[in-house]
């Protein structure tokens, strides 16, 4: 988000007079540590920490302590980097442009406004954009939390997912917006999100070939932009394959240790980095059911993890999450999952606490994930969804445990 130092006041002053007595201002630029914090903020996209409301900790509602690579007390937040999966790092890359220009046009640059009053703000908001919906922060318990994720876990496992074959490709379609901050001619800071729009995604099972088309986003194109790893990048819990995934052992414990151990020094802290990094390992995958169920019941035993009794995606289905506030700017990620069948609805990141220029109860971002599939060509949709990236018909909820 784009900040400056200081705020107009109503103030009876002469300020022709101050304008000679003081120095002419320089270009407001903004610090490595800011620009490294904004990429952060970028990065855990949406995730999106400590609540104004009561804190909620949770002890490990299912089973055993943190696993020994997880550092025992330090919660504090550390400055670091967070690797995203490559469908997510665009999404990601097109709001630092946007950002960019947003300084350029405080600087007085292409986009300010120029004006003598405010030199240097933007007159209006970006374009897409619609004022961030602000919602009622529903308070989060460790109270049922347990049996919650027996009840997703178990329906995960039994899960019947599509699993691709040699030549073929997985399809992740979503329903998507994000954050978009602006500050306007007064001065003030107003929490926009882009417009509801798809996106839709197509993998190769070991990552090698790949294709995003997300029409209405920022950076892509009206067709899309190539996802294929023609190096073929070593596979990683942040830069995962279908075939990683059906690497990676099942039991919660050691799925836990092997998260705090590869994402150590990453992002707002080793549980918030944690919890992020198994929200992108159900976010755009399909994942394996023994895989998905063990992932469940990992984040369960991630200090701070609640249960929230009602939560809405991006397509306004209605049902429980299992969530996280994220300690350095208060901003809550939560995964979504149907009332009935327990299974993975999308994702949704609401503000608890003022911070930043965002009022509590703002929604940051969420998703929808509309569909999952195998097939047979890149660029080709299962049956049933229409072309242009409109979906035919009402969202359905995905297969239980994707």
């Given at each position: 988000m ?8 109503e103030e009876?002053?002469d300020h022709?007079?101050?304008r000679r007595?003081?120095p002419?201002?320089?270009d ?10 904004l990429e952060e903020?970028?990065?855990t ?6 609540p104004?409301?009561a804190?909620?900790i ?8 943190p ?12 400055p ?11 999404g990601?890359?097109a709001a630092?442009?946007l950002?960019?220009a947003?300084?350029a046009?405080l600087a ?5 406004s ?6 240097g ?6 374009a ?8 009622q ?10 049996g ?8 995960a ?13 997985l399809?992740i379609?979503?329903e ?5 901050s602006w500050?306007?001619?007064d ?5 926009y ?29 009206r ?21 990683y995934?059906?690497?990676l052992?099942?039991d919660?414990s ?7 151990d590869e ?6 802290g ?7 990094t198994?929200?992108d390992?159900?976010?755009?995958q ?21 249960l929230v ?5 991006a ?9 996280r506030?994220d ?6 990620t ?6 009935e069948?327990?299974?993975?609805l ?19 971002g969420?998703t929808a994930?509309?569909g ?26 995905p297969?239980?445990?994707t």
């Amino acid at each position: 988000m784009i900040r400056t130092p200081w705020r107009r006041r109503e103030e009876p002053l002469d300020h022709a007079e101050l304008r000679r007595l003081l120095p002419a201002p320089g270009d407001p630029e903004l610090s490595s540590d800011r620009l490294r914090g904004l990429e952060e903020h970028l990065m855990t996209e949406i995730r999106n920490r400590t609540p104004d409301i009561a804190p909620d900790i949770a002890p490990d509602p299912l089973a055993g302590p943190p696993p020994a690579g997880a550092p025992a007390g330090d919660r504090a937040s550390r400055p670091g980097r967070r690797s995203g999966r490559r469908p997510v790092l665009v999404g990601v890359a097109a709001a630092l442009a946007l950002a960019a220009a947003g300084v350029a046009a405080l600087a007085g640059g292409p986009g300010g406004s120029g004006g003598s009053e405010n030199p240097g703000r933007v007159a209006a908001p970006p374009a897409g954009a619609v004022p961030a919906p602000v919602v009622q922060v529903v308070r989060g318990s460790t109270a049922g939390l347990a049996g919650a994720v027996a009840d997703i876990s178990g329906a995960a496992a039994r899960a019947e997912l599509p699993e691709p074959g040699p030549g073929q490709f997985l399809y992740i379609r979503s329903e998507v917006s994000g954050l978009v901050s602006w500050e306007g001619s007064d001065g003030k800071n107003r929490s926009y999100v882009d417009k509801i729009h798809p996106r839709e995604v197509w993998m190769s099972p070991d990552g090698a070939k790949g294709w995003l088309l997300e029409p209405h986003g920022k950076g892509t194109g009206r067709d899309g932009i190539t996802l294929d790893d023609p190096e073929g990048g070593e596979r990683t819990l942040n830069s995962p394959s279908h075939a990683y995934l059906k690497t990676l052992p099942t039991d919660p414990s050691l799925l836990l240790e092997k998260i705090y151990d590869e994402t150590r020094g990453m992002g707002n802290g080793p549980d918030q980095q944690a919890f992020g990094t198994i929200g992108d390992l159900l976010r755009e995958q399909v994942v394996p059911p023994k895989l998905a169920a063990g992932l469940y019941r990992a984040a369960a035993r991630i200090p701070g993890v609640v249960l929230v009794d009602d939560s809405v995606d991006a397509a306004g289905r209605h049902g429980i999450a299992i969530a996280r506030t994220d300690e350095s700017d208060g901003s809550r990620t939560e995964w979504i999952f149907d009332r009935e069948t327990f299974a993975y609805l999308g994702e949704r990141t609401v503000q608890t606490r003022d911070a930043e220029g965002i009022r509590a109860g703002t929604v940051r971002g969420h998703t929808a994930v509309t569909g999952r599939a195998v097939v047979d060509a890149l660029k080709q949709r299962p049956a049933g969804s229409a072309p242009g990236g409109d979906r035919a018909g009402a969202p359905a909820a995905p297969s239980a445990g994707t």
